[in-house]
């Protein structure tokens, strides 16, 4: 059973970092890219960024550019995403996601239960 | 850059049809995948490359993407298909990907 397992969430005042990460069992982690969405209160689902499997392609959404990185460790199965100067806008549930590629298809098949982020001062 | 526009909100009735629209340029060369989101669960994916249905998706969800507009339709809707519904696409590399706002179905 393929399973993804967030953690790391919590309360961080503005301009904080925060480390999440992603626990990944029941596949073969190490062949798929890698994705994390997220969702503020009330609000829709916005994509974060990607990684592929060796971690040679990481993009991320313009609104966490440049304040948000995102790694992978393919020997321990687990997804990071290291973010900082975070602001209240980046209050959020961040899902982990796996991406099954296949040519041209990109979709998210496989969704964790999420870890919230509090930014509040 | 890409959007993707959603109907805010449908109500249908039990035994119904629903048609959820997805529009977006992308949607002319990219394929359109289709979540369903339950409150307090993650997304679930239910469509996906336009048309395609996941192991497990009851036969009553499909998909369509004529050009600019993805289309995901329920038919026979019951009552557990009372959710929001996000359309997805992402261009060809996979480097980019972009959510529709998403469309609350109501089942009255």
């Known amino acids: 059973e393929v399973l993804l397992v967030e953690s790391g969430g919590g309360l961080v005042q503005p301009g904080g970092s925060l480390r999440l990460s992603c626990a990944a069992s029941g596949f073969s982690f190490r062949t798929y890219s890698m994705s994390w969405v997220r969702q503020a209160p009330g609000k829709g689902l916005e994509w974060v960024s990607a990684i592929n499997s060796d971690s040679a392609f990481i993009y991320h959404g313009d609104s966490v550019k440049g304040r948000f990185t995102t790694s992978r460790d393919n020997a321990r199965n687990s997804l990071f995403l290291h973010m900082n100067s975070l602001r209240v806008e980046d209050m959020a549930v961040y899902y982990c996601?796996?991406?099954?590629?296949?040519?041209?298809?990109?979709?998210?098949?496989?969704w964790g239960r999420g870890t919230l982020v509090t930014v509040s001062s | 850059s890409y959007e993707l526009t959603q109907p805010p909100s449908v109500s249908v009735s039990p035994r119904q049809t629903v048609r959820i629209t997805c529009s977006g340029d992308?949607?002319?060369?990219?394929?359109a995948y289709w979540f369903q989101q339950k409150p307090g669960q993650a997304p679930v994916l239910v469509i996906y490359?336009?048309?395609e249905r996941p192991s497990g998706i009851p036969e009553r969800f499909s998909g369509s993407n004529s050009g600019t507009t993805a289309t995901l339709t329920i038919s026979g809707v019951q009552a557990e298909d009372e959710a929001d519904y996000y359309c997805q696409s992402t261009d060809r590399h996979g480097s980019y990907y972009v959510f529709g706002s998403g469309t609350k179905v109501t089942v009255l």
């Open positions: 992308a949607l002319s060369n990219q394929y």
């Open positions: 996601a796996r991406i099954a590629t296949s040519g041209i298809s990109h979709p998210f098949d496989y």
């Open positions: 490359k336009d048309s």
